[in-house]
């Protein structure tokens, strides 16, 4: 172990971190909605990210709030509560595969909205992604149909909303640090997800004993696979490069699909495999340099 170089237990720790989240995503909703799992997530990261890092927000220039609002958005508050109400009705690791395609998106709304210039052959990865992305939701929806495959459109618009928050991120918030971006995020979205919350019926549920036992599951989804992930992912950008990172884009739908099957006897169809394994190839030609 001592002969293995930091970035890569970084990255393999983020990919089972992030690979369970869809797990514990699920685990959540067995006895909470999509809109109290979502919104108690929001909360118990905020909380954590606090709690670490309260003196970081002094430091953030007051012209850069507009954009870590923006950011709080796009990279947080839009893509939880999408993915939970996708995962109400899909697989995780659908859901895993499909939010591979956030590279992807991210190459576009680069190149349509901030500039960014891109290789023909990133564009072909981009073609070849969403073609990918369209056998596994067909053939998804056409073996499984108790399962609203419609909603897997939720995860490609969460993954729209993280390429875009990376490239606000690149473009306006390169000079401030990652703990005080988190923090700040978090902190913008406390008290909506609060709101949010109460407006369901969680007051009156929050004592029943499964509601407390789908709550130990976010409360771990939110911390961790929320709060400290995005930590763990800068850090590694700053070991490392933003393109070996990204990498953990190859590594999550592996553990979520074999989580999926230990816990919930998830399966994928041999043309999903297919389309997954072109995803994948479309994530590696857009990425490569």
Request: charged residues 10%; proline residues 3%; glycine residues 6%.
């Amino acid at each position: 172990m001592k002969n293995i170089h930091p970035k890569w237990l970084l990255l393999i720790t983020l990919a089972v971190v992030w690979g369970s989240s869809f797990i514990l995503m699920k685990k959540g909703l067995e006895n909470l909605n999509a809109i109290q799992m979502g919104s108690l997530r929001i909360i118990f990261a905020a909380l954590a990210m606090l709690i670490i890092g309260f003196i970081e927000l002094k430091k953030i220039p007051k012209h850069k709030w507009k954009y870590l609002i923006l950011t709080a958005c796009f990279g947080t508050l839009l893509p939880i509560y999408l993915f939970a109400f996708a995962l109400t009705q899909i697989d995780g690791s659908v859901s895993a595969i499909l939010n591979s395609l956030t590279p992807l998106n991210t190459l576009i709304i680069g190149a349509l909205f901030f500039a960014v210039q891109f290789q023909k052959r990133q564009l072909y990865g981009v073609i070849i992604g969403f073609i990918g992305s369209f056998l596994i939701i067909y053939f998804g929806a056409e073996n499984n149909p108790n399962q609203q495959y419609l909603y897997a459109l939720l995860v490609i618009i969460a993954s729209v909303c993280y390429a875009t928050n990376v490239n606000l991120l690149k473009k306006h918030l390169s000079d401030v640090s990652p703990l005080a971006i988190s923090v700040g995020n978090f902190s913008v979205l406390l008290v909506p997800a609060i709101v949010i919350l109460f407006q369901t019926n969680f007051a009156s549920i929050s004592q029943e004993p499964q509601v407390i036992n789908s709550l130990f599951y976010v409360a771990v989804l939110g911390v961790v696979g929320t709060g400290l992930a995005n930590i763990m992912f800068f850090k590694l950008i700053q070991m490392s490069s933003p393109i070996f990172a990204s990498s953990v884009t190859y590594l999550i739908p592996v553990v979520a699909f074999v989580l999926g099957v230990y816990f919930y006897q998830e399966s994928l169809h041999t043309l999903q495999l297919i389309g997954a394994s072109i995803v994948l190839l479309g994530v590696y030609l857009s990425s490569k340099k």
